[in-house]
């Protein structure tokens, strides 16, 4: 990604603006330095095995991310600022809300191209240097970057009649991630299998409910990372469905690039509409 200035905000407000290409002699904070943006370590862990192949099966990921953002300070001596003053809004960030969390947004000009949320873990101040300069980090749980706004996909969008395949393009992301879904049953079914194809699958993803699934239920599969979640709605009340789950399942993921799946009975049903965040492995 080519990246202009970094943003830092605190429940959706705004408090400091990093610039990373052309310096602002006015600025507060100067950046000197950002650590932590890259992909240090990544994590494969296996976890089961192709049906038809038997190939195993890996999640990638990696673990959390620490982003270390080292500025110099530049206090606006004309309003009677000191480095103090300034070193202090960025002390006031800490405990800035209730859930403490900051996000940063990453932008190319005025598109926003990633972001990743966290918290200070560290603030360290070499208050004998010659140039007075902060460093703060900052502890990301989740350590992937993900896109500011979400994709959305009808059934036109992604369903070839054809070839009776969901056909997803995802040309941002360069890491896998996870989906959310919303399906209308048109007709009663007994199951819901998502599966990598028709015949002879790899893998595939199993609900079974008793008494199957009736006209007008509707079906809300969360499939992200750190969200997964399976339930429908049924005349006005919600029925959880991660307890139907057959125990062999696994759950369905969109790679970068092309992905391709299938869903039993594809007539009976309608996908009302699917969405996801882009996922970078940095940037």
Request: a negative charge; proline letters at 5%; hydrophobic letters at 40%.
């Amino acid at each position: 990604m080519r990246l202009t200035h970094v943003n830092m905000f605190s429940d959706d407000a705004e408090m400091f603006n990093f610039s990373l290409r052309d310096l602002d002699y006015n600025a507060k904070y100067q950046v000197r330095s950002i650590f932590g943006l890259d992909t240090d370590e990544i994590i494969h862990k296996f976890y089961g095995f192709g049906k038809s192949t038997k190939s195993k099966f890996y999640n990638f990921g990696l673990k959390a991310r620490e982003i270390s953002i080292r500025s110099v300070l530049n206090p606006n001596w004309r309003n009677t600022e000191t480095y103090s003053d300034v070193r202090d809004e960025l002390y006031r960030l800490i405990a800035s809300n209730r859930t403490g969390i900051i996000t940063l947004h990453f932008n190319s000009g005025a598109t926003t191209v990633a972001k990743i949320d966290g918290y200070i873990t560290k603030f360290e101040v070499p208050y004998f240097a010659e140039l007075p300069e902060v460093q703060i980090t900052i502890q990301c749980e989740d350590p992937m970057f993900r896109g500011l706004n979400p994709i959305v996909y009808t059934e036109e969008d992604i369903y070839s009649p054809i070839e009776n395949k969901i056909l997803i393009s995802d040309s941002h992301s360069t890491a896998p991630h996870g989906f959310t879904a919303q399906l209308t049953v048109i007709t009663a079914v007994a199951e819901l299998r998502f599966k990598e194809q028709a015949t002879n699958p790899d893998w595939e993803f199993a609900i079974i409910y008793p008494g199957g699934f009736l006209v007008g239920d509707v079906v809300y599969l969360s499939s992200e990372f750190s969200n997964k979640s399976l339930y429908m709605m049924r005349a006005g009340g919600r029925i959880d469905l991660v307890d139907r789950i057959v125990p062999t399942s696994v759950w369905p993921i969109i790679f970068p690039g092309r992905t391709e799946f299938v869903v039993n009975n594809p007539p009976n049903l309608h996908i009302d509409n699917l969405s996801f965040y882009p996922a970078y492995w940095g940037v």
